[in-house]
């Protein structure tokens, strides 16, 4: 920064040397240009402050969300396979004590039944919330009725505590207890990642950013909330939301952005009469070339899970019983490697007269592909019980997916059957087509296929259209989606796949959808290079008055030209 004498030495010269109307014109426009371009660099520094901002605080959002994510499929592992043991509190005890201890998850855990008034099992220290607990009772009841877990804060005498809710799916049906102690310096393991290290934060439970919903923050409680430059986010927290609120604890653009308007100024005053023009265009392309080099670095978060246990707790033991129809399904793990695979289905019973389902493949394997696939999946399940249809269903789930984030992609299938009128609703994310059979063989049905989900076209907005169609089916036929491990085969296309299932399909005689399955894949051996899920069900049912003529159906013969 030029001294004070420096910067008077022009205006000195200027004094003593009156200027002719030439050099009064340079200097008023110098004085405009640095004037201007002073207010133009605080203005881009702000914005571009203002979308780093953005930018990191929806980093840190991934972050816990992810972390949220792992703590549901560690509830879940744990209460779904204790559920399904005969010995629940062993297995129980067994599976849940790698979570449970100092440095830990969590503080203490225990296995109920939602009409029991004691644990069947406990693990750890003494919880705030005790047997005969009002809010004990209240949890594990609640949990027990919600697809997902059920938090509460707890404050406590050793600090703030969260406590956790998880039931299983599975009859008999068990709820899993658990509490978090937060640290007292208010953090926790995910805010430790790199995402937050430029940030100030606070989380709050629930929308209000009020101290008495405050959970974790890096900053002493009477500087809160933040003000300022702020950013906020609301992150999916069990039946809660998170609310995360940030403020730069930094230039996040680098000093030289921050301090270029106080050097376009001092500068601009000191060069006006020499050249103030080149001057200002230069530092206005030095600002231009700075906010282009800003770039924001890849997130990776390394989660430690049992690869064979999350397998098994992703993937439905069981299906529904639907009045009317017969629903079969398979699901076998690809041969190559031991990370946990990408592939799901799941059928989904709405309400008396409506059942969804699911078939869906995430790409790539581990840890963090089965993690997005258990996102679509408890996503999709929660629209199509709202009551979306599938289409809107997939255009909802494709806001919270995006490949250049989570760095995976997925293509579905999504179904909605009507079963007095035996009408399927259909929609597609890049999915393969199913395959319908009945009296006159077998058919693709045509189904309008978007992008998968994760996928921007370019030069688009970020949502991606999705659109449905309606076809009817008559009583004794079977619809069957699938996903590309079972047709898939190295050095042929994917067309010689897709005609040799709808062979297969035609020479069977099996009428039971489970017959079906088994001899199909008895007959199509698939090499299991790639994980397999396959969904398939049956109209057992006469046709209903309700029901659609079956010029409706909107099928295509099998043919590759048509695919």
């Keep these: 920064m030029a001294s004070a004498s420096t910067v008077g030495r022009p205006f000195s010269w200027v004094r003593r040397h009156r200027l002719d109307w030439v050099g009064v014109s340079v200097l008023v426009i110098g004085l405009a240009l640095t004037a201007s371009g002073t207010w133009a660099a605080w203005r881009s520094d702000r914005d571009n402050e203002q979308r780093l901002l953005r930018v990191q605080t929806s980093q840190a959002a991934n972050v816990v969300t992810i972390a949220i994510a792992s703590i549901e499929t560690s509830l879940r592992t744990v209460v779904e396979a204790a559920s399904a043991s005969p010995a629940s509190g062993e297995a129980f005890t067994q599976l849940v004590a790698p979570y449970v201890g100092p440095g830990k998850t969590f503080a203490n855990a225990s296995l109920w039944r939602p009409d029991s008034g004691a644990p069947l099992a406990a693990v750890g220290g003494v919880p705030v919330l005790t047997a005969g607990s009002a809010d004990l009772d209240t949890l594990v009841r609640r949990a027990a009725t919600t697809s997902t877990f059920v938090v509460m804060a707890l404050p406590s005498s050793t600090g703030l505590r969260l406590a956790y809710a998880q039931a299983s799916t599975l009859a008999p049906q068990y709820v899993l207890y658990a509490e978090r102690i937060i640290p007292a310096n208010r953090r926790v393991p995910a805010e430790s990642n790199p995402a937050f290290a430029e940030l100030h934060f606070a989380t709050y439970l629930g929308a209000t950013t009020d101290n008495t919903a405050l959970q974790t923050t890096d900053l002493p409680p009477d500087q809160l909330p933040l003000h300022g430059l702020t950013a906020r986010e609301s992150i999916p927290f069990g039946n809660l939301q998170l609310t995360l609120v940030t403020s730069p604890s930094q230039h996040l653009g680098g ?92 059928a989904i019973r709405i309400n008396d007269d409506r059942f969804g389902f699911v078939v869906g493949d995430v790409s790539g394997r581990g840890v963090e592909a089965a993690a997005v696939m258990a996102r679509i999946r408890f996503t999709l399940r929660a629209y199509l019980r709202e009551g979306h249809p599938p289409h809107v269903a997939l255009q909802l789930c494709n806001k919270d997916l995006d490949l250049q984030t989570d760095g995976h992609f997925a293509t579905v299938i999504v179904g909605i059957a009507d079963l007095p009128s035996r009408r399927v609703e259909l929609a597609a994310a890049g999915h393969l087509p199913p395959l319908v059979r009945d009296d006159r063989g077998s058919r693709w049905l045509r189904v309008p296929i978007g992008l998968p989900l994760g996928i921007r076209a370019s030069g688009a907005a970020t949502d991606t259209p999705f659109r449905s169609a309606v076809i009817h089916m008559d009583a004794g036929s079977t619809l069957l989606a699938y996903t590309d491990g079972l047709v898939e085969r190295r050095d042929e296309s994917i067309d010689d796949g897709l005609d040799r299932l709808a062979r297969a399909v035609d020479a069977l005689d099996a009428a039971d959808p489970e017959d079906l399955l088994e001899s199909l894949l008895d007959q199509l051996n698939p090499p299991g290079h790639d994980d397999i899920a396959i969904l398939a069900f049956t109209w057992v049912a006469e046709p209903s008055a309700l029901g659609p003529s079956p010029e409706s159906v909107d099928t295509v013969q099998l043919s590759p030209s048509h695919r």
């Design 255 to 346: 000093w030289l952005t921050g301090a270029l308007a106080w050097m376009l100024l001092g500068g601009g005053l000191v060069l006006t009469l020499l050249a103030a023009i080149v001057a200002t265009v230069l530092n206005q392309q030095r600002i231009a070339a700075r906010i282009h080099a800003v770039t924001t670095e890849s997130l990776y978060v390394d989660q430690r899970t049992i690869a064979e246990t999350l397998q098994h707790a992703l993937i439905p033991k069981t299906n529904p019983d639907i009045p009317t129809v017969r629903i079969a399904s398979r699901y076998l793990p690809g041969t190559e490697g031991v990370d946990v695979g990408g592939d799901w289905y799941s």
